[in-house]
C-alpha cells in the first residue's frame, strides 16, 4: 500500500474496523486492520495516526498498547502530541500509558523531553517512571546528548526502533562477550538504560547462548524489564526461547503485562508446542492475556498461510 495514493475510504474502512463502531469486529481482525494503519503511517501518512488515535476510547488494555507502540514505530512528529495526552491521562490503563511513553522515546524528538522527566519524577506508578527513565535516555542518546553516542552495528532488526539501541560489537571472542553482558543485563547497580542496551545486543547476537542469557532477565525485580525480555523473544522467534516463555504464561503469579507479551512472543514463534498453552490461556480470566492468546493463535494462523503480510486490506469499489 502506498501513502498518498491511499484513498480517504480505504482509511476510513481501517478505522472502522479498528474503531469496531458497528461491534461485529474481532479482536484478531481489527489488529489486522491496525497493522494495516501502521504500514500507512510509517510511509509518512498522516491520516493513519488520526485514525489510530480514534480507536483509543475503547476498552481493550491489549489494542490500545498495540496502537500506542505503532504510533512510535511511526516516526512522526505528529505523533507526539495524541501519545502525550495518553501518557497524561490517569484513566488509561498502565500497560497503555507505558507504551505511549515508549512510544514517545521511539520517535525521539526533544520536545517531548519535559512532559517525560515530569512522568519521570512524579508518577507513583513503577513502569511508568521506568519508561519515562528509558524514553529520557534514548532521546538524548539519539539527539547526540549522550557523550556516549557511539556507533551501532548494522542488524536484521534495524527496521524497529528499540527503546534502546543495542551496544556495539566490541569483543571479538562472542562466547567472552555475552558471559560479560549476561553479568551486566542482571547487575541492577548499572543504569536501566545500560542494562536495556545489553539486552538488545544479546538480541542481535541471536544464538542459544545468548538466549540463555536472556532468559536469567526473568529474574529481574522490574515488571518492566521481565515484559521486554518477553518481548525480545517474539523478536528473535527462536525456538530455544519457547519453554522459558511457557513458563512465564502458565504463572498466574506473573504479571498482566509480562504474562501477555510472552504470549504475543509464542504466536510469533509459532513451533507445535505452543498452540495449545495458547489455546488453553486464550480463556485466562485475566482479560489481557486471554486476548494475547487469542491474537497470537491468529499470527499462527497466519503464519501457515500464504498470506504475505499481516494485515487488512479494503477492498473498496471505485
Known amino acids: ?3 498518498h495514493a491511499v484513498d480517504q475510504k480505504v482509511i476510513d474502512e481501517l478505522e472502522r474496523v479498528l474503531v469496531n463502531k458497528d461491534g461485529k469486529s474481532e479482536l484478531p481482525f481489527r489488529y489486522r486492520a491496525l497493522f494495516s494503519l ?3 503511517s510509517q510511509k509518512g501518512d498522516k491520516r493513519a495516526i ?21 504510533l512510535g514505530q511511526s516516526g512522526l512528529e505528529y505523533a507526539i502530541e495524541p501519545l502525550t495526552k495518553i501518557v497524561e491521562d490517569p484513566h488509561q490503563q498502565v500497560m497503555v500509558r507505558h507504551e505511549a511513553a515508549e512510544a514517545l522515546g521511539a520517535l525521539g524528538f526533544t520536545k517531548s523531553l519535559p512532559v517525560l522527566e515530569t512522568y519521570y519524577k512524579n508518577d507513583p506508578l513503577a513502569p511508568i517512571r521506568e519508561t519515562c527513565e528509558l524514553a529520557i535516555a534514548r532521546i538524548q542518546w539519539k539527539n ?24 556495539p ?3 571479538n571472542d562472542v562466547n567472552k562477550e555475552i558471559e560479560k553482558l549476561k553479568s551486566e543485563l542482571v547487575d541492577q547497580d548499572l543504569p536501566l538504560f545500560h542494562r536495556y542496551r545489553v539486552m ?12 540463555g542469557a536472556l532468559v536469567k532477565g526473568f529474574e529481574d525485580p522490574s515488571d518492566l524489564f521481565r515484559h521486554e525480555i518477553a ?22 503469579q506473573e504479571v498482566d503485562m509480562v504474562r501477555h507479551e510472552a504470549a504475543e512472543a509464542l504466536g510469533g514463534i509459532a513451533t507445535e508446542e505452543c498452540l495449545p498453552v495458547l489455546e488453553k490461556f486464550s480463556k ?22 500464504n498470506d504475505l503480510e499481516y494485515a487488512y486490506i479494503p477492498k473498496i469499489p471505485s
Open 200 to 211: 538488545f545486543r544479546l538480541r542481535n547476537i541471536g544464538t542459544k547462548e545468548a538466549i
Open 50 to 70: 488520526d485514525a489510530v488515535y480514534n480507536a483509543f476510547g475503547d476498552e481493550s488494555e491489549l489494542l490500545k498498547h498495540e496502537m500506542a507502540y505503532v
Open 231 to 252: 518481548f525480545v523473544f517474539g523478536q528473535m522467534v527462536h525456538p530455544h526461547s519457547v519453554p522459558a516463555l511457557i513458563e512465564v504464561l502458565e504463572n498466574t
Open 284 to 305: 485466562d480470566d485475566v482479560r489481557v492475556v486471554a486476548e494475547s492468546c487469542a491474537v497470537a493463535l491468529d499470527m499462527m494462523k497466519h503464519e501457515q498461510s
Open 38 to 40: 501502521n504500514a500507512l
Open 169 to 171: 560489537d566490541t569483543i
Open 1 to 3: 500500500m502506498s501513502s
Open 144 to 167: 547526540g546528548l549522550d557523550k556516549n553516542n557511539e556507533k551501532i552495528t548494522p542488524s536484521m532488526y534495524d527496521n524497529i526502533v528499540d527503546p534502546a539501541p543495542p551496544m
